[in-house]
């Protein structure tokens, strides 16, 4: 059966490009870059090859305004037409229309909206009458401002290339971003070739034996990059092998090659299918280091979080007692605790964040018809506060303690006190956030007293621990993308070095992060500097600085100032997907 999909985007087709990565979409037409004269037979033989592999169902999208290239315009219905024409299968059209305004605002957007709204109260403090008009953004994780008409000017400039098919500058003028994931799915969804190696540009090239393997707990993203890596190495004409159960399953050969259909479908679920454990190599690097010369790898990729990047930087350290450990090596940062160094966010985090806020909005709405009533909730994070700081900051919480910002017991009377002030001036519900490592005698069971004793007669106070459903079910749109890129990068760096000879320096062990405003290897050697090992966690954690913001929102007296900037259009564009 296939189903076309139809998605309202007012001609700016990012919802259906992002929609087709997120999906596992097999074919997505958008303005910006029309299908050739010819897309009618290459749909129909991409369909009929997924058909073979054993594929079922097929997802096609059409953006609103989609054309070809010579302008003609491609509706559902057409591509209905040709499928049902060409090869009679089943099809149904599912129009999505304003369906895709509704629901609840994800974490993303009410974090992006929270400091969207602070910068744009700075930035109307801070004005002059010379003040150039300007629109607010989020660039990687940082708050800026771009000129207003500039902007306009650039919106514009996307339908003059458009009208005049030059679609590859329409592309450009769509931001990084945008480029980014046309390039990514275009590399997923490209037909099998036939027998041979053939790189990213589609020539002749050596195939290489590669290895994927999860180190650590599991977290959503992580089978969205597993899919990328096998499919991009199978297309370029590589050997991918599956490493089953992390470091043990190294150790005990659990090895298994890897074929397209293998994958199929991993996309959009969560937990980790090639199997996950937190060991690390330890003593048995002996053992690890034979398995890597039996199978012939050449390259690996280790997924998961903290553990990871441990596992990561132990083979590398072990070079010299093992020469099989000379390999290029890669880490992809993968865990809802967001305690990675080297990144500013990690896979799953976001839903986990997710799933966080959408339980607080439950646990509330729980007690709709009581009056006054505080929850006092637990999170996740080891002793990152990440998910506390950020899900706070989502769910409207009145406070979020964390281990990174030491608390006494004066600090929690006035908490108390604050929370007894709003519940007397009209304010129904309270939610106090407390990260799982935040303080090991203040635990969670004490706040809860605490705001139960203090609080008799003026409200009642309630306690969840919330475990491990943090780490969701299904990973977010956000999560899928993230990890459908990076491991399409990881690859294309592992190539690189691998064709650079012997991997023997620091830069041949590396994690890709998101850093600010792009993605960045950084040396395992380097990183080490940058981590607190005996708490796990980096020794500088940019989201400290949304802390004020929190405070101010639950209207305690704090300063909050974000590392804003006012750029231009040309110095960056926006880049909304690699913010949370």
């Known amino acids: 059966m296939h189903g076309s999909l139809c998605s309202d985007a007012a001609c700016c087709s990012y919802l259906a490009l992002v929609a087709a990565l997120a999906s596992e979409a097999d074919q997505v037409f958008i303005p910006e870059d029309p299908v050739p004269n010819n897309w009618v037979e290459k749909l129909c033989k991409r369909l009929q090859q997924e058909r073979k592999s054993g594929q079922r169902l097929n997802i096609i999208i059409v953006a609103e305004g989609a054309i070809d290239r010579e302008g003609k315009p491609i509706t559902a219905e057409l591509v209905k037409k040709v499928v049902v024409e060409n090869l009679q299968q089943d099809t149904r059209i599912t129009v999505l229309g304003h369906v895709q305004r509704g629901g609840s605002p994800s974490a993303f957007d009410r974090i992006l909206g929270c400091r969207m709204g602070a910068e744009a109260v700075m930035a109307l403090m801070e004005a002059t009458p010379e003040t150039e008009s300007c629109v607010v953004s989020l660039d990687g994780n940082q708050a800026v401002r771009l000129p207003l008409m500039e902007c306009v000017r650039r919106t514009k400039a996307v339908s003059q290339a458009m009208a005049d098919k030059n679609f590859d500058l329409a592309v450009q003028l769509r931001g990084r971003s945008f480029a980014r994931n046309l390039e990514t799915y275009k590399m997923l969804t490209r037909l099998k070739p036939p027998k041979g190696a053939f790189d990213e540009s589609g020539k002749p090239s050596e195939g290489y034996t590669l290895a994927v393997m999860h180190v650590g707990a599991p977290a959503c993203g992580m089978n969205a990059a597993v899919r990328s890596f096998v499919r991009n190495c199978i297309y370029r004409g590589d050997t991918v092998l599956g490493i089953h159960d992390g470091m043990e399953g190294f150790i005990s050969g659990n090895i298994v090659k890897m074929d397209w259909s293998d994958v199929t479908g991993w996309v959009a679920q969560g937990g980790a299918f090639l199997g996950t454990k937190r060991t690390l190599p330890g003593d048995k ?28 930087l132990e083979l590398y350290e072990s070079r010299s007692q093992f ?62 506060g990440y998910l506390a700081t950020l899900a706070g900051l989502a769910g409207g919480a009145d406070a979020a303690y964390i281990y990174e910002e030491k608390f006494s017991i004066k600090d929690l009377q006035q908490d108390v006190y604050h929370m007894a002030s709003k519940m007397t001036g009209g304010i129904q519900r309270g939610l106090i956030l407390r990260n799982e490592k935040a303080n090991d005698n203040y635990n969670t069971e004490f706040i809860y007293r605490l705001y139960s004793e203090e609080g008799k007669g003026l409200f009642t106070a309630r306690m969840n621990v919330l475990g491990h459903m943090q780490q969701g079910g299904s990973p977010t749109p956000f999560d899928r993308n993230m990890g459908t890129k990076m491991a399409a990068k990881c690859l294309h760096w592992l190539v690189e070095n691998i064709q650079k000879g012997s991997a023997n320096t620091p830069d041949s062990a590396c994690l890709l992060g998101v850093v600010k405003r792009q993605y960045k290897f950084t040396p395992l050697e380097d990183l080490k500097s940058q981590t607190n090992f005996a708490q796990r966690v980096p020794k500088q954690q940019w989201w400290m600085k949304l802390r004020p913001l929190l405070r101010i929102l639950a209207k305690h007296d704090s300063t909050y100032e974000e590392e804003g900037m006012y750029m231009t259009v040309e110095q960056g564009e926006i880049d909304s997907e690699n913010v949370i």
């Open 323 to 384: 020469p099989e450990f000379c390999i290029p090596l890669v880490v992809i940062p993968s865990t809802i605790s967001n305690n990675v160094p080297g990144t500013d966010f990690s896979l799953g985090a976001d839903t986990a964040l997710n799933e966080i806020t959408e339980i607080c909005d439950r646990i509330r709405q729980s007690a709709q018809g009581t009056k006054r009533r505080v929850f006092v909730i637990e999170t996740m994070g080891g002793y990152c």
């Open 285 to 312: 690097k002996g053992e690890i280091a034979a398995r890597i010369k039996q199978f012939n790898i050449q390259g690996l990729l280790i997924i998961g979080g903290f553990e990871a990047y441990q596992a990561g």
